[in-house]
C-alpha cells in the first residue's frame, strides 16, 4: 500500500496555523498603519510647535536688536555716547559684536565685543577683522538698496552666528548723516539644544534660502522643499519631502517679518523606530499566541484523526495479505459508513482470492513448463552479455587510463622541467661560490697554521685584484656575496618547492578524479580569469623558457571574472600552451612565441585566442583534433586526449574551445569563449 505522504491531521493543523497567522499579519499590518499615521500627526504636531516657539523666541531678539539700534541712533547725534551704546548692546546676551560705519567711512567702528565668546572658538579682534570680517564678506551695496541684510559669510560656516546689518539716518551737527549698523547675533543662546527633541535637527535660512544655522552635523543637499515656505499668507506649517532616498517630517515658521526662516525636521526612519518597535513586540506575542494555538490544535486533531488511522492501518494488513480483518468504530459521522462499507469489500475480496488461487494453481503447472524452455535460451543469452560485457570494461579501461596519463602528464611535464632547471643552477652557479668558499677557509687555516700574527699580516697584504682593498676586505666581501647567493638560492629553492608541491596536488586530484569515473565537472566557483591564466603561465614557463619560446600576454585592465572548476580550467590551458610548445619545436629560423590575445569582451562573454607560430595543422587532420584518441604525434608525446578533454571540460563551464584558423607551416590559432559571471561570491585565483 503506498505511504501516506500528508495526513489529513497535517491538513488540519496546516489550515488552523495558516488562517491564525493570516490574522496576525493582518493585525499587525493595521497597527503598523494605524500607528504610523499616528505617529506621523505626533511628530507634526511637536515640529509645528517648536518652530513656532523658536519663531517667537526669534521675533523677540531682532525687535531687541532693532530697539537698541533706535536708541543709539539718537545716543549718536551727541557725541562721546560709545561707552553707553557699548553698554546698551553689551547687555544682551544674544550679541557678540557690535560696530558702527558713517556712510562716507571706509571702515566699520568696533563698539562692543565678547571675547568670552570669540575667544572659545579661537579669535581676537585683530583676526576675527581680518579673518571672518572682511570688506569681500560685508555685502554693502545690497545692504544699501534694501536698507537691511541678514547673512552668514561663508568663513563662519562652522561658527553659531550670523551677521545682521541695517542702516539708519541721523541728524548730527544740522546735517542728515547714514550710519550702518553691524550686528553678530549668536545662535546659541536660544536654548535650541535643551528644548529640541534628540530626533530633531533644527535649521536658520535667511530670506535667500541661505543656512544661517543648523544644530546637526549633516548638511542639507535638496533645498527644494524651501519652495513650499514662499506663500506670504503661511506662516507656520508642516511638509515631508525627500533627500538622499530618505524621507524627513518637517515644519517650518517664518520670523523676523518673513526675513528668517526656522526649519525642524526629523527622518521618518526614526521618528517610526518606536513603531517597529511596537510590531517586534507583537511579532513576540503573536509568536507565542501562535505557538499555544498549534498545542491546542494538535490535541484536538488527535481525536479527529483517531478513527481515520485505525482505518488506515486496517487497510495496511489488507495490502499485506490478510483479508480477515473487521473494523469496528463507535463514531456517528462518515467515518463508520465508510468503516462497514470497508468491511464488506474485504469480504468480496475474500471470495475473489479463492476463486483466483484456484486458477493460479492451473497455471502455474503450465508456466513451469514453459519456465524450463526459456532457461535453456537465457542461458545461451547469458553467455554472449558476459562476453560482450568483458569487452566493454577493457574498452572503458583502457580510455580511463589513457585519459588519465594524459591528465597527469602535463603536471609531472612541469615537475621534471621544473627539477632540471634547479639542477642546473646547482651546478652552473652555485658550484663557483663553493669552490671560492673552500680556497678561502683553506688559505685562512693555512696562514692560521703559521701562527695568528701570520694570519693577521697577509690579511693585511693589498689584494692583487684590487690594490685599494686588503685580502681581508676581499674575503669578507667574497664570503657576504657568497652569503646573498646562498640566501638568494634559498629563496628560489622555496618558490620551486612550492611550486613542485602545488604541482603534485593537482596530480593528486586529477587521480581521484579518475577514480570517480563519472566526474565531469567539478565545484564551479566564481575566480579573475587573468588570475588563471597567470597561473596557466607560470606551471608551462619552464617548459618554454628550455625551448626558447616567447610568451606574449595581452593583459586586460577591466577585471573579468569566470565562473568555472580552477583544476579543470588550468588543465585546458596548459594543454593549449602544451600542445603550443610542441608545434613550435620543429621551427628553427624565424623567432618563436605564442601569444593570449583578447579579441572580443561584450557584456555577458570573454573572448581570448591562443596563437603560436608552428607548423601548423594539416587540413585533412583540422576536422579530428577533438576526437578521443586522435593525435598526429608520437605516441611518446601525446595520447589525443588532450584536446578532447579541453573541449569537455570549456563546454561544462556553458563555454566553448574551438580550431579558430590554422595553416601549415605558419601557425595556428585556437579561440575559447566563456561566460562572464557576476563579481560576488568571487574566489582569488
Known sequence: MEKVGFSIRYKFLLLISGLLLASVVAYLGLANHVFSEDKTELVFDYNRSFVANLSSELDKVFESIEDKIRLSSI??????????????????????YLAIKPQRTQRFKKIMWKDDFFESYGYNAKNFQEELLSDSEIPLQTIKEKGYHLWKPKEWSQLPMAAFATTKNISKGGRVQSYMFLVIVRFDQLGIQENQNRLSEVFLFNQKGELLFSDSQQEIENLSFLEKTKNEYVKTSVFQYTESDQRYLAAFSKSFANKLLVVSRVSTEKALAVVWQFVYRSILFASIFLTLAFIVAILFSRSLTKPIDKLLAAMKKVASGDLSIS?????????????????????????????????????????????????????????????????????????????????????????????????????????????????????????????????????????????????????????????????????????????????????????????????TSGDHQIYPLMGLIDESYKIMADAMDEASIK???????????????????????TNLFRNSIQALRPVVDETRFIQLSFINQEEDWVQFQIIDNGIGIALENQQKLFESQFSTKAASEGTGLGLSISRRFIRSFNGDLFLKSSEPGKGSVFQIDLPIATKQGRVSA
Not at 545716543?75 to 557678540?96: P, S, T, V, Y
Request: hydrophobic share 35%; net charge negative; aromatic share 4%.
Open 75 to 96: 545716543l549718536l547725534e551727541k557725541e562721546g555716547q560709545d561707552n553707553l551704546i557699548e553698554r546698551l548692546f553689551e547687555q544682551d546676551k544674544n550679541l557678540a
Open 327 to 519: 473494523i469496528k468504530l463507535h463514531t456517528k459521522d462518515e467515518i463508520r459508513v465508510l468503516a462497514e462499507n470497508f468491511n464488506t469489500m474485504i469480504c468480496d475480496l475474500k471470495s475473489s482470492r479463492d476463486e483466483l488461487e484456484s486458477i493460479n494453481r492451473e497455471l502455474e503447472n503450465k508456466v513451469k513448463e514453459r519456465t524450463k524452455q526459456l532457461e535453456e535460451q537465457n542461458l545461451a543469452v547469458k553467455k554472449a552479455q558476459e562476453a560482450l560485457l568483458r569487452t566493454s570494461r577493457l574498452a572503458a579501461a583502457g580510455e580511463i587510463a589513457g585519459r588519465a596519463a594524459h591528465e597527469v602528464l602535463n603536471p609531472l611535464t612541469s615537475i621534471l622541467t621544473r627539477i632540471q632547471k634547479v639542477d642546473k643552477r646547482l651546478e652552473h652557479k652555485k658550484k663557483e661560490d663553493l669552490i671560492l668558499l673552500d680556497e678561502i677557509t683553506t688559505a685562512w687555516k693555512k696562514d692560521l697554521e703559521s701562527g695568528k700574527e701570520h694570519l693577521w699580516n697577509e690579511w693585511n697584504q693589498k689584494s692583487t685584484l684590487n690594490p685599494d682593498k686588503s685580502l681581508l676586505e676581499e674575503d669578507v666581501e667574497n664570503i657576504s656575496q657568497i652569503y646573498e647567493g646562498l640566501n638568494l638560492e634559498f629563496q628560489e629553492m622555496k618558490q620551486d618547492l612550492g611550486f613542485l608541491l602545488g604541482e603534485g596536488h593537482r596530480i593528486n586530484r586529477i587521480v581521484q578524479s579518475m577514480r570517480s569515473l563519472n566526474r
Open 551 to 573: 610568451f606574449i600576454f595581452e593583459d586586460q585592465r577591466d577585471e573579468i571574472n569566470i565562473k568555472v572548476d580552477k583544476d579543470e580550467f588550468v588543465q585546458a590551458l
